[in-house]
């Protein structure tokens, strides 16, 4: 089975429609949304409806910061641009679409790979996988050989090696990777919805469960339409911005 991963698709409905149309002419027959459905973009409503439906089909979802604090409600201590977002969100989602999001499980195992959006160590935590420490803290926490998660937005892998020293390898995109047996490996596919790195292309990657061989890509969308749905909705004018610079 060939499974896509997508990670912090953020509202970007326009990138996500994008991620799925490649993902399934490469062949994949099943998707797991990585947490961050939501947040950042103007289109929360179309991409839960395309995240619902998909898992009603068998896809794994998994919760997200931002999906927490659109399912729950704006914290206080939250940055005022990210309040604004968080209630404008909860605004356009309907009473089901809250309900999916606050469902969502922390994490989800398949097979030997553990599926969740920020860490295996403390994943409602939120913290961030940013360095061969951090990796190497969160296989540790889980007994799967494979984890697959986002939160960074910056597409990266890290596996074990010989004395449970940890390394880091910058995926090409493209390039198919083998996963060995005999190392441990967490995978972030980067995000779908708002990449960081200078690059506007969206970010996903395909996992052969059968070959044990992952894949990242990158795909172009169109990220001035997503931009200018950012600015007409009213949402603060960096989140189009950024969009359009990758940044």
Known sequence: ?????LADVHANREALAACLDHARAQGAGAFAFLG????????PGPVMDV???AVSRGALAVLGNHDQAVAQGARRSMHPDARLVVDWTRAHLSPAQLAFLGALPLS???GEALHVHANAWDPGGWAYVLS???AGRSLRATPCRITFCGHTHDPKLFHTAEGGR?????PVPGSRIPLGPRRRWL????SAGQPRDGNPAACYALFDDAASVL???RVPYDSETAAAKVRAAGLPERLGSRLEAGS
């Open 1 to 5: 089975m060939i499974r896509a991963l």
């Open 36 to 43: 961050d459905l939501v947040g950042y973009g103007a289109d």
């Open 51 to 53: 995240v619902m439906a």
């Open 108 to 110: 989800v195992q398949a």
């Open 132 to 134: 061969a420490y951090d």
């Open 166 to 170: 940890v390394s880091t390898f910058e």
């Open 187 to 190: 995978a972030i596919p980067g």
């Open 215 to 217: 894949t990242y890509f």
